[in-house]
């Protein structure tokens, strides 16, 4: 089936590249994210209305294979957290969905 975890962030103006190097498809995250032979792909999209809104979208096997990985990872997580909330003024979890496929 697959699982999307899905994140809102409202960047710092001052920090929309280092936001980008760092949740975008080869930042940080992402290399966090490999650990797990789970994880499938994440996209980052940015509001067109409000350049300093983005979501993140990030793809695994299984809801299973991000907690797997989550338990794993839990330290460089946490650092890899701070690290990104010094660049937003606010994030929120969006929710965690189960794919149902493309139509």
């Known amino acids: 089936m697959g699982f999307a975890y ?3 962030y409202e960047v710092d103006p001052a920090h929309l590249g280092d936001f980008e190097r760092l949740y975008g498809p080869s930042g940080d995250w992402v290399e966090l994210f490999r650990l797990s032979a789970g994880y499938h792909r994440t996209e980052l999209h940015r ?3 409000n350049p300093h809104r983005y979501v993140t979208i990030d793809y695994w096997e299984s809801a299973g294979a991000w907690q797997e ?3 794993m990872v839990e330290e460089r997580f946490q650092e890899l957290d701070r690290r ?3 660049l937003t003024v606010g994030e929120r979890e969006l929710g965690r969905f189960d794919l149902r496929g493309a139509g």
């Open 47 to 49: 509001d067109r209305e």
């Open 69 to 71: 990985w989550r338990a």
């Open 6 to 8: 899905i994140w809102e």
């Open 84 to 86: 990104g909330q010094e």
